[in-house]
């Protein structure tokens, strides 16, 4: 199995995204796709499967150290995950009579008053996560926008499920933590609706899904041990400025 220099461009970035996004329980697929096509790889056979793959690679992998850290809040999220799962069909089928554009524009600005948030709130940090059954409402209500607004246009909307989580109550590192549990689920749908058109290079498969698990498992540990609640928020901030303004362009 010889690898070219792409494959290794493309390892050496997958695993910079994976270290980043993996901090903040994401799996990097806003970047993945864009990434894949700058290296002019197929979009449809190559660039948007290998990307899903890599997403709930991502994701799982950072999923299973927060776990192992007692980080996830399993009551919460897995409503939500399930939720996600069943919404995203709906989206996907209310597709073709909502006009994509506006509501990109709309979830834009959106994700842009949910970065100023993180930055404006990044030196306040909450103590305890919110009562059992209002964890449960919580999650199946984020769960169903999260899966719809992804199947409707498009883009994962996991970016957005640790603000809201952070401003609903819960502590910084468990929100990021049970985010990564959210996004895996969806993250694995929307591969499996893809797979199929999928023809994936298998040096290339091999070396980015390794990247991307030594990534994450870098980034989430360094959220578990060593990073500091304000760091993480700060982070989240910027990241979804910067995803409100591709989206701005893109509408």
């Known amino acids: 199995m010889a690898l070219t220099p792409l494959d290794l461009t493309a390892g050496a970035a997958v695993f910079a995204v994976a ?30 499967p290998l990307s899903l793959l890599l997403n709930g690679i991502t994701t799982l992998s950072a999923f299973l150290r927060y776990w192992r850290e007692g980080l996830v809040d399993f009551r919460g999220g897995l409503p939500a995950a399930l939720a996600a799962i069943f919404a995203a069909p709906v989206g996907a089928w209310c597709m073709g009579y909502v006009p994509r554009d506006a509501l990109l524009l709309i ?19 909450a103590s305890t996560a919110p009562p059992l059954t ?77 990247a991307a698990i030594a990534g994450s498992q870098l980034g989430s540990w360094f959220m578990a041990k060593l990073a500091k609640p304000v760091w993480v928020k700060r982070l989240y901030g910027i990241v979804l400025l910067a995803v409100a303004v591709k989206l701005f362009w893109d509408g």
């Open 19 to 48: 270290l980043a996004f993996s901090m903040l329980g994401l799996g990097g697929g806003m970047l993945y796709v864009p990434l894949f096509k700058w290296l002019e790889l197929p979009l449809k056979t190559v660039a948007i």
């Open 107 to 125: 979830f834009a600005a959106f994700t842009a008053l949910a970065g100023l948030y993180s930055l404006k709130s990044s030196a306040r940090e």
């Open 134 to 210: 209002r964890r449960l409402g919580i999650g199946l209500s984020l769960g169903a926008f999260e899966g719809f607004l992804g199947g409707l246009l498009g883009v994962g909307g996991g970016f957005i499920v640790a603000p809201v989580l952070m401003y609903l109550g819960f502590p910084t590192k468990q929100a990021v933590a049970t985010t990564s549990f959210i996004v895996t689920f969806a993250s694995a749908s929307g591969f499996a609706a893809h797979a199929a058109a999928g023809r994936l290079d298998p040096a290339l498969t091999f070396l980015t899904v390794t």
